[in-house]
């Protein structure tokens, strides 16, 4: 395969139109040119879909993806850690959400106003943030300022000030939040979810009046050396910059972070395959509206059907109008301005959702709509004519994903954190949809979408339905 550089609407729209050999067809899928030496580092190319993805290990022993843009001078970084709230000790929920929120309130000599300031005048953006399984945090800077910018990032690294004045409006805004959340049918919803279908699962852990009075400045400082160590990084990086430059400045950042640190691993979560109540679960919330909930059991992503079921979701009730959902609970009976459906397939938990907003007294009516939508697709399957908007759709947006360095590096990321995907992902996606066969679409919609496998979760005050009782 020629190795080529591409930039800008070129690498889009490769990746939308050209099409790949599928893994286990025979063919190679990854393109891999002959490692290369950049000023003594190892660097191997991935000639892939919509760029070259040169991948080496700092001499730091930093691993770092990096797609090189020179014709525009900006570079994104993206670093992440594994270990996320999941780590945060019982009776400290809360405690790695106030180490990220820290990371840009102050470093070395600089205090909040000072770091804000410095940020400013290099025209930069740097942010961290906590999700349940990573730690993660973002760089965005122009290419001439690149030095400086991340000898700043190096300081908050080596020297965050985890100061009292940052600290206090942290732990101000959490009470906050910790308040409204019990307006929020949203989290309502969710926390009646988990105590349904995970209770015991560290999923299920919440922020609470008590967990967030005991987080200290130091308690998140010695938080942030066990989330941040040099021996979990992973590193993506797209712009204008080589791996000889940008390689010094990643071991620069890395320099002051623990060698390593135990994290505990998160169990996975098995959804019942039978609905946990014969009627929903109710969160009583004075509203005129309810918020309806169907959860039930999905696929992980490299199971051979998760493509079929991606697709078969989207006309389902992933794909807006084109949606069946939408088209008979709004279009066709007026139920609600929106209703959708979801396919999730990571590693700790896959389920498959579907839901909307209604008003009360239609509830129960909602409801039952979107189980006979669920009994039909179920019974009859989609047509031809379906499957092929879905595929075309799917692979025509795709482009959109990568259409700034930012959004490249958090593309390649999200598949650098992936445990059940790689670097071939960007060039066999769009082919895979493609060999999606209406057969196993049809067969995937008669195992999963049977509506004796969802449980049904309501947040308002619904009429029309018989309950299984208040949640907590």
């Not at 700043?152 to 308040?179: C, I, N, Q, S, Y």
């Not at 082919?431 to 999606?436: G, I, S």
């Not at 979408?449 to 299984?468: C, H, K, N």
């Amino acid at each position: 395969m020629k190795r080529i550089f591409l930039t800008g609407v070129a690498a889009l729209a490769l990746a939308a139109c050209e099409t790949f050999p599928m893994a286990g067809d025979g063919d190679v899928v990854e393109a891999v040119a002959p490692i290369v030496a950049d000023d003594g580092l190892a660097v191997d190319v991935h000639e892939g879909a919509f760029a070259d993805i040169q991948r080496f290990t700092t001499p730091g022993g930093a691993s770092v993806w990096l797609v090189s843009e020179p014709g525009i001078p900006i570079v994104a970084v993206d670093m992440a850690w594994k270990g996320g709230r999941v780590q945060d000790p019982e009776g400290l929920e809360g405690l790695s959400s106030a180490v990220v929120y820290q990371m840009n309130e102050g470093a070395g000599d600089l205090d909040s106003l000072g770091f804000q300031t410095r940020m400013e005048e290099l025209n930069m953006s740097f942010g961290c943030s906590a999700g349940n399984e990573w730690t993660s945090c973002s760089v965005n800077m122009l290419s001439e300022n690149a030095d400086d910018v991340m000898d700043l990032v190096a300081t908050a690294f080596e020297a965050p000030r985890f100061d009292e004045g940052p600290f206090e409006r942290f732990r101000r805004e959490a009470e906050v939040g910790l308040k409204t959340r019990e307006t929020s049918a949203g989290y309502l919803r969710g926390r009646a979810q988990a105590a349904a279908l995970y209770l015991d699962h560290p999923y299920a852990r919440q922020r609470s009046e008590e967990s967030v009075a005991a987080l200290t400045s130091e308690l998140a400082k010695a938080h942030m050396r066990k989330l941040m160590v040099k021996d979990r990084v992973l590193v993506t990086v797209v712009g204008d910059t080589t791996p000889a430059d940008i390689a010094p400045m990643i071991d620069q950042v890395m320099a002051g972070l623990p060698e390593t640190s135990e994290i505990i691993e998160t169990p996975e979560i098995t959804i019942p395959t039978v609905a946990v109540s014969e009627t929903p679960i109710v969160v009583s919330l004075p509203q005129p509206q309810s918020s309806v909930s169907l959860v039930g059991p999905a696929l992980r992503k490299d199971d051979p059907d998760f493509f079929p079921a991606y697709l078969l979701n989207y006309k389902f009730g992933g794909g807006g109008f084109d949606s069946r959902l939408m088209q008979s609970l709004r279009v066709e009976q007026g139920l609600t301005y929106g209703v959708y459906s979801g396919v999730s397939g990571g590693k700790i938990m896959q389920s498959w959702t579907a839901g909307g907003q209604t008003k009360n007294e239609t509830a129960g009516t909602f409801i039952e709509g979107i189980k006979l939508e669920m009994e039909k697709i179920a019974e009859s399957g989609l047509t031809q004519e379906e499957l092929d908007a879905a595929k075309a759709y799917l692979i025509g947006s795709y482009p959109l994903g990568f259409d700034s360095n930012a959004k490249i590096a958090s593309q390649m990321m999200s598949i650098r954190k992936d445990e059940l995907r790689d670097i071939t992902y960007f060039d066999t996606r769009n082919e895979r949809f493609n060999a999606v066969t209406l057969e196993q679409v049809n067969r995937v919609a008669k195992e999963y979408l049977q509506p004796e496998r969802f449980s049904v979760f309501v947040v308002g005050e619904p009429e029309g339905l018989s309950s299984a009782g208040d949640a907590e």
